[in-house]
């Protein structure tokens, strides 16, 4: 019996060890499979909210770019590019996580940066190794791109470039505006993320280099190797197939051993996170998780083993045991609710039961500091209808349709919305995912929570620089653009007009060149709010820039005559509340408008073309005397039509012996010719003498001004030539016009210097004529020109003198040879007493400056003898000559 009992035993005690073994088997497969799953989860966690904080970051900063790419085209920055460098260096100092911000040209040099503090001169882009490639993509694309990282040596840090397209007022690309984001990622939300010390992250492009590390490391070299070359092809493969967990054997990323990968793509940017693990990592996790089942299946194998005499004691050594660990949990709960104290993110769990009712089994401090909630509602199921009861109404519905499907699908549940506590409103971000398996009780979700409210107050003050003006907060161009669409299709569907008023403030640049810009600026938001006063809540006031504003007024009459009649009537609104005075420091003053205005009735969709008719009206209402208002007509067009054909003829013409120098002469008190001045005509060949005021204008508007003036000036310079050597004509000088473009371009003294020498012709007998209205901008620069001719012998007249803004000032300082009197003055001077006096002043001021003085206009014997009479130097007239070309001249 013994020995029976014995091999009893010995068969109980080895079929018991191998149950053991087999059971610490099944036991150890199942604990790895469930560390597999949380790690699965957690990198997939990890991986979603740096992905999602990437692509914020990203998307906040592309509308940051453009906006301020808006803000530099509207500072002028191609001409003016040091405030360029000070507008982008206090861009710069609000995030320090950027190394700075940088203009580039279309040729690659840098035309305004934010620091001067550099370790090297700033590279041309074009032909920069590391940042060619972004650069060409956002030229050849026109949009938002993110290069990849490269030592910048200018700054002497690794960063990683974010570039955006800058287009003038024309639409036409002129630069690209760059920021260097620092690459460890500054103070980006995807950069401070808590991260344990056993996961990888990175970021890898879709060309496969590598845009983000984390941890990064501290080596030169070993940034090279991996910011330089492409990720091993196994690693792309996998990218390929997109979101998902990979079990991934190259240890390029991870260090050594296998990895796990979660790929999380980055919508919208052509980048792939990737959170990773070593595998060693997960078996230590592993590991650490099997010593509690291995501990109780040993305490229970001695305890079935040692029999139930020693039951008692191991029971007791059991109690203390569990006690031990009951203490261990405890602490480790404390050091949790500890680590979730320090991290910016709520962190809670809750049970959804079979009934359906969500119970919460675990909220972080951070949780309740963000929902308000008091310590006594963690212990009931109230505490979830609590939150419930925070929702604002506008965004509880999308909260419900969410949490519907995340539980009905069993998918991960995310929502932002805002929430009311008392009287302040929160932004938050919510994330939940559900465990794996449900208990019999019901499903366990884990979730954090996010307080986004910083973020959408700063994507809201983005917002208002996108689609508002700075100075005014008026709409912009682009959301005036946005509501002008919305506008037709409601004006087509409902069979209504609406209307566009294009408004420009009549000779605002003197008033903002007399009392500053601070004034102006301060003018123009009265302006604005004025405007804004008088409008219904459904019509639209915007600035586009300058002294230019629009009012879109919608819901008019269907019938053409009274939408117009109601147009006139808030035109008549405008001009009263905008004529009364405006407060210029210590003066009033009051302004004119000239006002443009189209009808939109549907038939026209194109918004380009309905801005183009309003903005033609305004410069019609501009030729008409300004201070008034004119409708488009659709004859604008047909005009417009004719100026083009007229300015390609122009060209021709210049090319092709159709333009010919008419003179006309000016005589001395004595009347005997002292000179001639240059008149250019149009012999075309089909439309005849065409005469300069009707293709001046169109030079001047096209750019072709510049051209004609060079061939005026060289033509008169050949006729100086040709009558150096003539008998009575050696002497004559000849006066030729000189263009706005012409005289404020930096080569125009060089161009006459250069054609004087080119010709022969003697300095001294060449004037060029130039009017008041041209000093007005670039003075100095202006006098600097002037002087540098002078010097040579080149003498200059002041023509129509009393028409413009003269100041006794600067005429002093100017190097002037002659005034010429405008010849209104002289046509209307025998009409009163008054005109009289006022050609004696000017006269009088010439003579006193020791200028010649000379007046155009005269058309009577009596004009001549009263300006004779008055002092008058020179005169010039179809009394005496009409202009004539130069065979025909006496």
């Not at 000070?86 to 279309?106: H, K, N, P, W």
């Not at 020498?757 to 003075?779: F, H, N, Q, R, Y």
């Amino acid at each position: 019996m013994s020995e029976n009992r014995e091999s009893v035993l010995r068969t109980f005690a080895r079929l018991f060890s191998v149950i053991l073994i087999l059971t610490a088997l099944l036991l150890a497969f199942l604990t790895w499979q469930r560390t597999v799953s949380n790690e699965h989860q957690r990198l997939a966690h990890t991986g979603q909210l740096m992905a999602q904080g990437m692509r914020s970051h990203l998307s906040t900063f592309e509308l940051l770019l453009n906006s301020m790419a808006d803000e530099l085209v509207y500072r002028d920055v191609f001409t003016n590019p040091a405030a360029g460098d000070a507008f982008l260096a206090r861009a710069q100092e609000t995030d320090v996580g950027l190394v700075g911000f940088g203009l580039v040209g279309l040729d690659g040099e840098f035309i305004s940066a934010s620091t001067r503090e550099l370790r090297a001169p700033l590279p041309n882009v074009v032909t920069h190794g590391e940042s060619r490639e972004s650069f060409q993509r956002v030229v050849e694309e026109g949009r938002f791109h993110i290069g990849r990282p490269y030592f910048f040596e200018a700054v002497g840090e690794w960063i990683i470039p974010m570039r955006v397209p800058v287009y003038d007022d024309q639409g036409q690309l002129r630069a690209v505006l760059t920021a260097g984001n620092r690459l460890d990622g500054g103070h980006a939300s995807w950069a401070r993320m808590p991260i344990s010390s056993a996961t990888y992250l990175s970021v890898v492009r879709a060309d496969g280099y590598l845009n983000y590390l984390h941890p990064l490391p501290l080596e030169q070299q070993r940034r090279n190797e991996l910011f330089t070359e492409v990720v091993p092809s196994s690693l792309q493969d996998i990218l390929t197939q997109g979101r998902g967990f990979y079990h991934y054997q190259d240890t390029a990323l991870t260090g050594p051993g296998a990895s796990y990968l979660w790929i999380e793509p980055v919508a919208d940017y052509d980048l792939a996170v990737i959170s990773a693990t070593s595998r060693s990592a997960v078996v230590q996790r592993w590991m650490t998780n099997m010593v509690m089942p291995s501990l109780l299946w040993l305490i229970f194998a001695l305890v079935t083993w040692l029999g139930y005499q020693r039951a008692a004691r191991l029971l007791r050594r059991a109690d203390r045991e569990v006690q031990d660990k009951r203490e261990a949990l405890q602490r480790s709960i404390s050091q949790y609710h500890e680590l979730t104290r320090l991290i910016p993110i709520g962190v809670y769990q809750f049970k959804l039961t079979q009934q359906g009712r969500h119970e919460m089994t675990y909220t972080s401090e951070r949780f309740r500091e963000l929902l308000g909630l008091q310590d006594a509602l963690e212990q009931s199921d109230s505490l979830a209808q609590y939150v419930y009861n925070q929702l604002h109404p506008e965004d509880a519905l999308a909260f419900y349709k969410q949490q519907e499907r995340a539980t009905k699908e069993t998918r991960d549940f995310y929502w932002e919305g805002r929430l009311i506590q008392g009287q302040k409103e929160r932004w938050v971000s919510v994330h939940s995912v559900p465990s794996n398996e449900p208990s019999e009780n019901g499903r366990l979700w884990n979730g954090v929570v996010a307080d986004i409210t910083e973020r959408k107050e700063a994507e809201h003050q983005i917002n208002l620089l996108a689609f508002y003006d700075a100075l005014t907060q008026l709409p912009n161009r682009r959301l005036l653009r946005q509501r002008l669409e919305k506008a037709v299709r409601i004006a087509t569907a409902k069979e209504e007009f609406a209307a566009l008023l294009f408004i420009d403030v009549d000779k605002f640049k003197q008033l903002n060149d007399s009392y500053g810009h601070a004034e102006g600026d301060r003018m123009l938001r009265e302006i604005g709010d004025r405007l804004e006063e008088l409008v219904r809540d459904y019509d639209t006031v915007a600035r586009l820039g300058g002294d230019e504003f629009v009012v879109l007024l919608s819901r008019l009459s269907n019938q053409s005559d009274k939408a117009a009649a109601e147009v006139e009537v808030v035109l008549q609104k405008i001009e009263r509340l905008l004529n009364e005075p405006f407060r210029i420091g210590q003066q009033t003053t009051r302004i004119t408008l000239s006002t443009g205005i189209t009808l939109i009735d549907g038939s026209e969709d194109d918004i380009d073309i309905i801005l183009q008719q309003a903005d033609q009206a305004m410069y019609r209402a501009k030729d008409a005397g300004r201070n008034t208002q004119c409708f488009y007509d659709a004859n604008i067009q047909q005009m417009i039509t004719e100026q083009l054909e007229l300015q390609q003829d122009l060209r021709h013409a210049m090319n092709h012996d159709e333009l010919e120098l008419y003179y006309q002469l000016q005589l001395d008190r004595e009347q005997q010719v002292a000179g001639v001045e240059a008149l250019i005509r149009w012999h075309h060949p089909t439309r005849g003498m065409v005469m300069p005021g009707v293709f001046i204008h169109i030079a001047e508007q096209s750019g072709e001004i510049v051209a004609l003036g060079d061939w005026i000036l060289q033509r008169a310079c050949r006729q100086l030539v040709e009558w150096q050597n003539h008998a009575t004509r050696s002497d004559w000088t000849i006066a030729v016009n000189v263009s706005v473009r012409q005289l404020r371009a930096e080569d125009f003294a060089e161009k006459v210097l250069i054609t004087l020498a080119e010709t022969g012709a003697k300095p001294d007998k060449l004037v060029l004529e130039i009017t008041e209205s041209m000093l007005l901008v670039d003075t100095e620069q202006v006098i600097e020109k002037m002087a540098r001719l002078k010097r040579v012998g080149v003498k200059f007249s002041l023509d129509d003198f009393g028409t413009g803004y003269s100041s006794l000032g600067y005429l002093n300082r100017l190097p002037i040879d002659e005034l010429k009197i405008d010849q209104s003055f002289v046509r209307d001077m025998n009409q009163g007493e008054h005109h009289k006096v006022l050609i004696r002043t000017i006269l009088s001021l010439g003579h006193t400056l020791s200028l010649t003085t000379i007046a155009e206009g005269v058309e009577s014997e009596e004009h001549f003898r009263s300006l004779l009479a008055l002092g008058c130097d020179r005169f010039q007239g179809y009394y005496f000559a009409k202009p004539v070309p130069p065979d025909q001249l006496p």
